[in-house]
């Protein structure tokens, strides 16, 4: 086919999903460098791809687009970058379509808005939670008013903040004649744009580790499982998921691959995107271990040298943002000391034989009813500690270290709150998950999942404490 064809109908294409866009959202300003680009009248644009195609079809009328649009539906393998990566974004657009519903028909709990951008739902969509805390690193940058008992922005870390940034400046976030409550909703749906194209990726990185741990035939029923979670909701928000997940997915899977450069870049971005990223540096250590049995010729240990250093990544990008926070509020973990003021302090097992007074005192139906989101939070957990063993077996000891290194930790320093969000990126348990249950149960399993994650995304975009 001739070039120029495919450049029509390639133009004709973008016209018609820009026209499609306008007319749902209205029209918007894209800024190219110091260069406003206007794009108002949907109308218009679906004109100007009509005639676009009415020529093209004129003068080419060999394979019309809709033949060609359908060939490409239909083609190329099952199993691919490009099919995994279709279907996890369709994930995503799916839950923020839920959420915009749960928002105009059942509404929000006004007890609980923290963050209101516009009375329009779609514009404030994005705005729930810590994604304003987000947000707000990205248009003014960091701050501490020289005490650690209130919630300030140094606790959250700077990668996804940065990116957020970046994005905004295209979509004119920064612009200075607009009201702050616009350019803070930019920069959120900047933000929500970053966790869809870091989702997609990182499910090409685990179906592509799953094809190497579990077998290609399993592969898709693991990110098929991982996408459904019900607390995968947090991968279509301005929140840290999608890039850590990302990053914790790449990370082991060029690590296994030798590949040690590339392993300690993503383990340097996961270090500065959540505050237990540094974990991760454990997880590949672990990794490590069984080349340690035996005799060790000199290129091992030259490998082996290579290996930790790498695997350094992750602490190494924690400490990158402790120097910076050191610099600004004179303590090294100055970031760690602010998590208290969200009730993050350690409570040793407190908040286990708390619940279990409270089960044993008053039966389990009667305390999810009054904690019905600690209940969501804590199946969440059961659920982690219960695939333990499985990722164990089916596995291996360094990704059942990623499940306790995950879950411990805030488990003792704040009970099950937002476990939910945590147990979402502990993708060892969707790869053992794949393994153990039958091919036959994968679809009834996924549709269960896709029903509760549902339910999440009316909670979460309705301001109900999910957390």
Not at 6 to 28: E, H, K, M, N, P
Request: hydrophobic residues 55%; contains cysteine; charged residues 15%.
């Amino acid at each position: 086919m001739l070039k120029w064809v495919r450049a029509a109908d390639a133009a004709a294409v973008s016209l018609t999903v820009l026209g499609i866009f306008v007319f749902l959202f209205g029209g918007f300003i894209l800024h190219l460098g110091p260069v406003p680009l206007r794009v108002h009248g949907g109308g218009r644009i679906l004109f100007l791809a009509a005639a676009l195609i009415a020529i093209r079809h004129t003068a080419h009328p060999a394979d019309p687009l809709p033949r060609r649009l359908l060939r490409g539906l239909r083609s190329g393998p099952v199993q691919s970058p490009v099919s995994i990566a279709r279907a996890a974004t369709a994930t995503r657009v799916a839950v923020l379509v839920a959420g915009y519903f749960a928002v105009v028909t059942i509404g929000s709990d006004p007890s609980r808005v923290g963050l209101q951008l516009s009375p329009d739902a779609v514009v404030d969509l994005p705005g729930r939670f810590d994604a304003g805390w987000y947000g707000g690193i990205a248009l003014d940058g960091y701050s501490f008013q020289g005490r650690f008992d209130r919630q300030q922005n140094v606790a959250f870390f700077p990668a996804f903040p940065l990116l957020m940034r970046a994005a905004g400046h295209p979509l004119g976030a920064f612009a200075s004649a607009l009201p702050r409550e616009r350019r803070m909703a930019r920069l959120l749906w900047g933000g929500v744009f970053i966790s869809l194209i870091a989702f997609a990726w990182a499910a090409v990185y685990l179906w592509r580790l799953a094809r190497d741990t579990i077998g290609e035939a399993r592969a898709p029923a693991a990110v098929a499982l991982l996408g459904a979670y019900p607390f995968a909701i947090y991968f279509s928000a301005a929140y840290t998921e999608s890039l850590f997940l990302l990053g914790a997915v790449a990370a082991i899977y060029h690590f296994r691959r030798d590949e040690f450069a590339r392993a300690a870049a993503w383990g340097v971005l996961v270090g500065l995107t959540r505050p237990n990223g540094c974990f991760l540096s454990v997880v590949l250590a672990c990794l490590i271990l069984p080349n340690l049995r035996g005799s060790i010729t000199n290129s091992q240990k030259h490998r082996i040298t290579k290996s930790l250093l790498s695997a350094a990544g992750p602490g190494i990008g924690m400490l990158l943002y402790s120097a910076y926070v050191r610099h600004l509020t004179g303590s090294w973990f100055g970031w760690a000391r602010l998590h208290e003021t969200w009730g993050r302090s350690y409570q040793g097992l407190a908040p286990v034989t708390r619940a279990y007074g409270w089960i044993t005192d008053e039966g389990l139906l009667h305390v999810i009813q009054r904690f019905p989101f600690d209940a969501l939070n804590s199946i969440a957990l059961i659920f982690a500690l219960t695939m333990l063993w499985p990722v164990f077996r089916r596995l291996g000891a360094a990704y059942a270290v990623f499940i306790v290194i995950s879950v411990v930790p805030p488990l003792l320093a704040g009970g099950v709150l937002s476990m939910g969000r945590i147990t979402a990126t502990i993708f060892p348990i969707f790869l053992a998950l794949a393994v153990v249950i039958p091919p036959r149960a994968i679809t009834p399993l996924v549709t269960a999942f896709a029903i509760g994650q549902g339910l999440a995304a009316a909670l979460f975009f309705t301001w109900r404490p999910l957390f």
